[in-house]
T-cell receptor
Framework: RKEVEQDPGPFNVPEGATVAFNCTYSNSASQSFFWYRQDCRKEPKLLMSVYSSGNEDGRFTAQLNRASQYISLLIRDSKLSDSATYLC????????????FGGGTRLMVKP | DAGVIQSPRHEVTEMGQEVTLRCKPI?????LFWYRQTMMRGLELLIY????????DSGMPEDRFSAKMPNASFSTLKIQPSEPRDSAVYFC????????????FGPGTRLLVL
């Protein structure tokens, strides 16, 4: 089983739609969770951290379910500029609690 | 701050040639990471350094790959000899700490081995 698993998509949604991505992780001891965004032919960049109580940043909401070991990202009122790959990131099982990146979920927002 | 700097941005070489990728981390960051990204395997951690010392190189695919960090502001990833299956985007990232710390990525080096 992969340490961090995501549905690769693509998710094709119209502008204005609400879309949600899920991610599951295998290490129950993980303490740090993030969503990164990667635009086509660009480097990954931090979108937001995920806190136990859930957190919101504008149109983006991240939630953590420790019991089920999954993380979600909700994007409301999708914009064309939201088209990207969203990477779920967890501090993993390997040495030093390294960050482990999921394979990413690709989102395409259409006019 | 200029962010993480990588060079070259693109590299096309022939099988068997030596390839050297370079990285300058963000000043003050104690950790430096080298990743490889392909469509098939996603983002893979190759090696990381803490205060210029290699800590975990278990992700380095084979002996053809080597990495060094001679000082806090410079690191290299070398492939010798290169093979077509090494074609990928190689990212360097840096962070202030490990768990719970944001990693900042450079723009990457797109490597094509013919």
């Amino acid at each position: 089983r992969k340490e961090v698993e995501q549905d690769p998509g693509p998710f094709n949604v119209p502008e204005g739609a609400t879309v949600a991505f899920n991610c599951t992780y295998s290490n129950s001891a993980s303490q740090s969770f993030f969503w990164y965004r990667q635009d086509c032919r660009k480097e990954p960049k931090l979108l937001m951290s995920v806190y136990s109580s859930g957190n919101e940043d504008g149109r983006f909401t991240a939630q953590l379910n420790r019991a089920s070991q999954y993380i979600s990202l909700l994007i409301r009122d999708s914009k064309l500029s939201d088209s990207a790959t969203y990477l779920c990131v967890v501090n993993g099982e390997n040495a030093g609690n390294m960050l482990t990146f999921g394979g990413g979920t690709r989102l395409m927002v259409k006019p | 701050d200029a962010g993480v700097i990588q060079s070259p941005r693109h590299e096309v070489t022939e099988m068997g040639q030596e390839v050297t990728l370079r990285c300058k981390p963000i000043s003050g960051h104690d950790y430096l990471f080298w990743y490889r990204q392909t469509m098939m395997r996603g983002l893979e951690l190759l090696i990381y350094f803490n205060n210029n010392v290699p800590i975990d190189d278990s992700g380095m695919p084979e002996d053809r790959f080597s990495a060094k960090m001679p000082n806090a502001s410079f690191s290299t990833l070398k492939i010798q000899p290169s093979e077509p299956r090494d074609s990928a985007v190689y990212f360097c990232a840096s962070s202030e700490g490990l768990a719970g710390e944001t990693q900042y990525f450079g723009p990457g080096t797109r490597l094509l081995v013919l």
